[in-house]
């Protein structure tokens, strides 16, 4: 009796040891790769290489039009391109606005969030939880023109928005073509992708703990400052990461709701790519440089606050 | 006929060599257990056979064929999984047909076999429905012949008994059995827990760090271990360290670490100068006066455990050492007493020298 | 006491203000789809059908319509097609450069729409393909892929081998099992990859926008297009129609398989 009960809980440990070691018997090593073939070329020649010809692009000089027939630039290193951006004139044009809104939406969206997040994640009634989740993810399916025209009207000079500032007395004010705008506008796009990631990660936290520390004598909101919101620390970075990402690369929010007044990064590439001046060298020294500010910035980011816990994976 | 042959099989898995220069044959019709704790390479050893791993070395013989480069699925055999694996999305008859489905069986013998099968386990009623709709027991039995109605030269079993509560286990044992000697397929058997390997098995083969440390019938494994894993794995047993001090004919006389002299009768193998001598506690007697045997201890009575058809006493000897003796109970036993001093008594052929 | 009340007062106050941020926008769209005058009147006086009349009956809008939905199905189709067989080697095999594999299929996620799309009218343009609508597939086939992926690698790596090993044993070989065993018990991360293929195709901008042409369009490049002169009904119309496809997909999904295999799209 008494060693069959010691074997029970040994072989527990072995079956988690057995998942380990997922190996399939393959005739020949080279399934795999014969299976992978076509995404791995998929993506290497239709991302990679124009990736990789984007980024030397942004080193070679730049030939106006009609200087020599059929060419757009001449590929000797130069580097014009990014001494060109790093001007006031394009840093206070587009990188400075960009990091302004990313941090300002990534913030409002946060706030905004974390609560939604949290009834989603602590919520017993399984149909509540379905019908949350299926206005987040709606939200996010219906795309960005839904979202960028329902911002147009809303905050246009006699829109609702406005109408709601005169009848409380306040003045109207020009949300279109201003930051506040687009922040406006960002802070709500990035609501669904925010609400997902933070609900998952509270989702991780073991209620048993609120439990026990209510149980301590701890009211709600000591319980909320001391227990959940740390553990969940994790979380929120993961959603401040995505959350500058997604709003620095932004192109539909800014080209509508910015009415060409107020640009971002991505404008910028738009513009000098598609618009009146075209000088792709420079589209794509600014595709470069959008590429490294959304990375290292969100992963700056969130390298920062992961130092600051002790405790984080 | 041998059904099985396994010579030699090796497999290493980064730095644990699970399953160490393995030779085993299986006759026809035969039921042998690998019985060994987690970790001793069985389940590996049952998946090579399978083909679901690849041995590093070795050869695999099943009906005298060759098959370590021949594929699971030309393999012919049965497997039946501990979560038993049925596919969730087929039904039952689904399930069953699928292997003949395969084999380009025509449907009308798939309906027949499927109704035989379903009706050897007792279960006519269930084809139509789905896995989650049975319970543990049944799903088990759908799973055990689900693998032998495709017919196979070999059946092959992985701890199927394990996810089933005791009372459902000890029925399905009984069940099984009856199924294999009905269907008379050579079988081997995959467990850690002795019960079933003793109670089904023709032989049984006990395992360990990927070795097969001895192999027989289940009672010459019980009665007499050859080694000190297999007597202390297989059952209860008392072990003594000791000396060979004398050796005549038919016994051989040990001094023991603890100062006991004991007499066993003479092993079938040679042994070394320092060897154990284990004797199961069911063959301790014990007396109030000094019994006349060879083999004697005294203790004290240290503690008493009543387990309703016997009564466990655990015995302290004067060197510290212990001795468990197992009395069958009824009311004519003699019961002994917490603190009591006793006498252990066994004769020399109720022990065993290793 | 007094300091819970306000707090939950504050933060039931959040939850509503962000729950009608989320259902309202396409509200707002649809309301104005339905709004009797060009100038967005707010909130409209009546209901009228004709800018979604003004929408059907724009045949440069249609053949966008329908370029988009065609494109985007066939973007589904490839990014599941792709997604399924390199989620099932991912899940089952073994091999040296995996973890390179691994980040080269979930890197599109973190590169801009813009970036790429810039990148890929370029590389086009040099290389000499340069056939609008095996662009505009292209693309959009590369800015769904990553999201196809998040959903369908843990239906591939949630299934329990055991499945696959019992097929083998009772005779099925490796394509039989993939075909009768491994595919309908994923069938939920499939139908789910679909919708945010097709989704992400349909949606798309940013990458659509430098490969289209005047006769190649895609609905949201056109959209965006008139947007830039102004507010038109005609575009809440057209807005309503596509979020109409999407709820209708939603719910299809929800109906076949449940909806949290979508949920898998963020990570955390």
Same mark, same amino acid.
């Given at each position: 009796?008494?060693?069959?009960?010691?074997?029970?809980?040994?072989?527990?440990?072995?079956?988690?040891?057995?998942?380990?070691k997922?190996?399939f018997?393959?005739?020949?090593n080279l399934?795999p790769?014969?299976?992978?073939?076509?995404?791995?070329?998929?993506?290497?020649?239709?991302?990679?290489?124009?990736?990789l010809?984007?980024?030397?692009?942004?080193?070679?000089?730049?030939?106006?039009?009609?200087?020599?027939?059929?060419?757009?630039?001449?590929?000797?290193?130069?580097?014009?391109?990014?001494?060109?951006?790093?001007?006031?004139t394009?840093l206070?044009?587009y990188?400075?606005?960009?990091?302004?809104?990313?941090?300002?939406?990534?913030?409002?969206?946060?706030?905004?969030?974390?609560?939604?997040?949290?009834?989603?994640?602590?919520?017993?009634?399984?149909?509540?939880?379905?019908?949350?989740m299926?206005?987040i993810?709606?939200?996010?399916?219906?795309?960005?023109?839904?979202?960028?025209?329902?911002?147009?009207?809303?905050?246009?000079?006699?829109?609702?928005?406005?109408?709601?500032?005169?009848f409380?007395?306040?003045?109207?004010?020009?949300?279109?073509?201003?930051?506040?705008?687009?922040?406006?506008?960002?802070?709500?796009?990035?609501?669904?992708?925010?609400?997902?990631?933070?609900?998952s990660?509270?989702?991780?936290?073991?209620?048993?703990?609120?439990?026990?520390?209510?149980?301590?004598?701890?009211?709600?909101?000591?319980?909320?400052?001391?227990?959940?919101?740390?553990?969940?620390?994790?979380?929120?970075?993961?959603?401040?990461?995505?959350?500058?990402?997604?709003?620095?690369?932004?192109?539909?929010?800014?080209?509508?709701?910015?009415?060409?007044?107020?640009?971002?990064?991505?404008?910028?590439?738009?513009?000098?790519?598609?618009?009146?001046?075209?000088?792709?060298?420079?589209?794509?020294?600014?595709?470069?440089?959008?590429?490294?500010?959304?990375?290292?910035i969100s992963?700056?980011?969130s390298?920062?606050?992961?130092?600051?816990?002790?405790?984080?994976? | 006929?041998?059904?099985? @042959?396994? $010579?030699?099989? =090796? %497999?290493q898995?980064?730095? /644990?060599?699970?399953?160490? #220069?393995?030779?085993?044959s299986?006759?026809?019709?035969?039921?042998l257990?690998?019985?060994?704790?987690?970790?001793?390479?069985?389940?590996?050893?049952?998946?090579?056979?399978?083909?679901?791993?690849?041995?590093?070395?070795?050869?695999?013989?099943?009906?005298?064929?060759?098959?370590?480069?021949?594929?699971?699925?030309k393999r012919?055999?049965?497997?039946?999984?501990q979560?038993?694996?049925?596919?969730?999305?087929?039904?039952?008859?689904?399930?069953?047909?699928?292997?003949?489905?395969?084999?380009k069986?025509?449907?009308? @013998?798939? $309906?027949?076999r =499927? %109704?035989?099968?379903?009706? /050897?386990?007792?279960?006519? #009623?269930?084809?139509?429905?789905?896995?989650?709709?049975?319970s543990?027991?049944?799903?088990?039995?759908?799973?055990?012949?689900?693998?032998v109605?495709?017919?196979?030269?070999?059946?092959?079993?992985?701890?199927?008994?394990?996810?089933?509560?005791?009372?459902?286990?000890?029925?399905?044992?009984?069940?099984?059995?009856?199924?294999?000697?009905?269907l008379?397929?050579?079988?081997?058997?995959?467990?850690?827990?002795?019960?079933?390997?003793?109670?089904?098995?023709?032989?049984?083969?006990?395992?360990?760090?990927?070795?097969?440390?001895?192999?027989?019938?289940?009672?010459?494994?019980?009665?007499?271990?050859?080694?000190?894993?297999?007597?202390?794995?297989?059952?209860?047993?008392?072990?003594?360290?000791?000396?060979?001090?004398?050796?005549?004919?038919?016994?051989?006389?040990?001094?023991?670490?603890?100062?006991?002299?004991?007499?066993?009768?003479?092993?079938?193998?040679?042994?070394?100068?320092?060897?154990?001598?284990?004797?199961?506690?069911?063959?301790?007697?014990?007396?109030?006066?000094?019994p006349?045997?060879?083999?004697?201890?005294?203790?004290?009575?240290?503690?008493?455990?009543?387990?309703?058809?016997?009564?466990?006493?655990?015995?302290?000897?004067?060197?510290?050492?212990?001795?468990?003796?197992?009395?069958?109970?009824?009311?004519?036993?003699?019961?002994y007493?917490?603190?009591?001093?006793?006498?252990?008594?066994?004769?020399?052929?109720?022990?065993?020298?290793? | 006491?007094l300091?819970?009340?306000?707090?939950?007062?504050?933060?039931?106050?959040?939850?509503?203000?962000?729950?009608?941020?989320?259902?309202?926008?396409?509200?707002?769209?649809?309301?104005?789809?339905?709004?009797?005058?060009?100038?967005?009147?707010?909130?409209?006086?009546?209901?009228?059908?004709?800018?979604f009349?003004?929408?059907?009956?724009?045949?440069?809008?249609?053949?966008?319509?329908?370029?988009?939905?065609?494109?985007?199905?066939?973007?589904?189709?490839?990014?599941?097609?792709?997604?399924?067989?390199?989620?099932?080697?991912?899940?089952?095999?073994?091999?040296?450069?995996?973890?390179l594999?691994?980040?080269?299929?979930?890197?599109?996620?973190?590169?801009?729409?813009?970036?790429?799309?810039?990148?890929?009218?370029?590389?086009f343009?040099?290389?000499?393909?340069?056939?609008?609508?095996?662009?505009?597939?292209?693309?959009?086939?590369?800015?769904g892929?990553?999201?196809?992926?998040?959903?369908?690698?843990?239906?591939?790596?949630?299934?329990?081998?055991?499945?696959?090993?019992?097929?083998?044993?009772?005779?099925?070989?490796?394509?039989?099992?993939?075909?009768?065993?491994?595919?309908?018990?994923?069938?939920?991360?499939?139908?789910?990859?679909?919708?945010?293929?097709?989704?992400?195709?349909?949606?798309?901008?940013?990458?659509?926008?430098?490969?289209?042409?005047?006769?190649?369009?895609?609905?949201?490049?056109?959209?965006?297009?008139?947007?830039?002169?102004?507010?038109?009904?005609t575009?809440?119309?057209?807005?309503?129609?596509?979020?109409?496809?999407?709820?209708?997909?939603?719910?299809?999904?929800?109906?076949?398989?449940?909806?949290?295999?979508?949920?898998?799209?963020v990570?955390?």
């Open positions: 009796m008494h060693s069959h009960m010691r074997f029970v809980n040994i072989r527990r440990s072995t079956i988690q040891k057995r998942k380990v997922k190996v018997l393959t005739k020949s399934t790769y014969l299976l992978l073939a076509p995404v791995v070329l998929l993506l290497v020649i239709f991302f990679l290489i124009p990736g010809t984007q980024l030397s692009l942004s080193f070679y000089k730049y030939l106006p039009p009609g200087a020599v027939i059929g060419k757009l630039y001449e590929p000797t290193f130069t580097l014009e391109n990014y001494i060109r951006y790093f001007t006031p394009y206070n044009g990188f400075w606005p960009t990091i302004r809104i990313m941090f300002a939406s990534t913030a409002i969206a946060l706030i905004l969030s974390y609560p939604v997040a949290y009834s989603i994640a602590r919520t017993t009634s399984c149909k509540l939880k379905k019908i949350f299926a206005i993810i709606a939200a996010i399916l219906v795309g960005p023109v839904v979202r960028v025209y329902s911002w147009l009207i809303i905050l246009g000079k006699e829109g609702p928005l406005n109408s709601l500032l005169v409380f007395g306040f003045g109207r004010i020009n949300f279109l073509g201003s930051e506040l705008g687009i922040i406006i506008g960002t802070s709500q796009f990035l609501l669904a992708y925010l609400i997902l990631v933070l609900s990660s509270i989702q991780n936290i073991n209620p048993a703990c609120e439990d026990a520390a209510r149980s301590l004598g701890a009211n709600n909101v000591h319980t909320f400052l001391r227990i959940t919101l740390p553990q969940s620390l994790p979380g929120i970075i993961s959603a401040v990461v995505l959350g500058l990402t997604l709003s620095a690369t932004m192109l539909e929010t800014p080209m509508v709701l910015g009415f060409g007044i107020v640009q971002m990064q991505g404008n910028l590439i738009y513009n000098t790519s598609l618009g009146s001046v075209v000088n792709l060298p420079f589209s794509s020294a600014a595709s470069v440089v959008l590429i490294i500010m959304a990375l290292t992963y700056g980011v390298y920062l606050l992961k130092s600051q816990i002790k405790w984080a994976k | 006929m041998l059904d099985l @042959e396994l $010579k030699g099989i =090796v %497999k898995y980064d730095r /644990l060599l699970a399953v160490d #220069e393995l030779t085993l299986v006759n026809s019709g035969e039921f257990t690998l019985l060994g704790p987690s970790g001793c390479g069985k389940t590996t050893v049952l998946r090579s056979i399978a083909g679901l791993e690849k041995p590093d070395k070795g050869e695999i013989f099943i009906k005298g064929k060759l098959v370590n480069d021949t594929p699971v699925y012919n055999i049965g497997l039946v999984f979560n038993y694996a049925l596919f969730p999305h087929l039904t039952v008859f689904e399930n069953l047909a699928f292997g003949l489905k395969i084999r069986i025509p449907t009308p @013998e798939i $309906k027949e =499927v %109704k035989k099968h379903l009706d /050897l386990i007792r279960l006519p #009623e269930i084809q139509d429905r789905y896995p989650h709709q049975l543990g027991g049944q799903q088990q039995r759908v799973a055990l012949i689900r693998s109605i495709i017919e196979p030269a070999l059946l092959l079993l992985d701890e199927p008994l394990s996810n089933l509560d005791l009372k459902l286990r000890v029925l399905m044992r009984v069940e099984l059995t009856k199924i294999q000697k009905e008379g397929i050579t079988t081997i058997f995959v467990t850690h827990d002795q019960g079933e390997a003793m109670s089904m098995s023709d032989r049984v083969a006990v395992m360990n760090a990927g070795k097969i440390r001895q192999i027989g019938t289940p009672r010459e494994i019980y009665d007499h271990p050859q080694n000190r894993f297999v007597a202390e794995f297989i059952g209860e047993s008392n072990v003594f360290n000791g000396k060979i001090i004398e050796k005549n004919q038919f016994e051989t006389t040990v001094k023991t670490d603890s100062d006991l002299t004991l007499v066993v009768v003479n092993p079938e193998k040679e042994t070394q100068e320092n060897v154990s001598i284990t004797v199961r506690p069911e063959a301790v007697k014990l007396y109030k006066q000094v006349s045997s060879k083999n004697v201890a005294q203790g004290y009575v240290e503690t008493i455990e009543n387990l309703g058809p016997y009564t466990k006493y655990h015995l302290r000897l004067k060197d510290g050492s212990k001795i468990i003796a197992n009395l069958s109970y009824s009311k004519d036993t003699f019961t007493k917490i603190g009591e001093l006793v006498f252990a008594y066994w004769e020399p052929g109720e022990c065993t020298l290793i | 006491m300091i819970e009340k306000i707090a939950k007062a504050f933060v039931t106050f959040l939850i509503v203000l962000t729950l009608s941020l989320l259902i309202l926008i396409p509200v707002i769209v649809a309301i104005d789809a339905f709004s009797p005058t060009a100038y967005s009147n707010f909130p409209p006086s009546s209901l009228s059908l004709r800018w009349q003004n929408f059907f009956g724009n045949p440069s809008l249609l053949s966008s319509l329908q370029i988009s939905i065609l494109f985007a199905a066939i973007v589904a189709a490839a990014t599941v097609t792709i997604g399924t067989l390199t989620s099932y080697v991912i899940a089952r095999y073994q091999f040296k450069g995996k973890n594999i691994d980040a080269l299929i979930q890197a599109p996620i973190v590169f801009p729409g813009v970036a790429l799309g810039n990148a890929l009218l370029v590389f343009y040099n290389s000499g393909f340069y056939y609008h609508p095996a662009m505009l597939i292209i693309g959009q086939t590369i800015i892929l990553p999201y196809v992926f998040r959903v369908m690698l843990p239906s591939f790596t949630g299934l329990n081998q055991s499945f696959e090993e019992a097929s083998m044993t009772l005779g099925a070989n490796r394509l039989q099992t993939f075909f009768r065993i491994i595919l309908p018990l994923v069938k939920s991360g499939l139908l789910a990859g679909a919708i945010l293929g097709f989704a992400a195709a349909f949606n798309d901008y940013a990458v659509s926008v430098f490969l289209v042409d005047p006769t190649i369009q895609t609905l949201p490049v056109q959209l965006m297009g008139l947007m830039q002169t102004g507010v038109d009904p575009i809440a119309a057209a807005a309503t129609f596509t979020v109409i496809i999407m709820i209708v997909l939603l719910f299809a999904c929800e109906k076949i398989v449940g909806i949290d295999k979508l949920m898998t799209v990570k955390y």
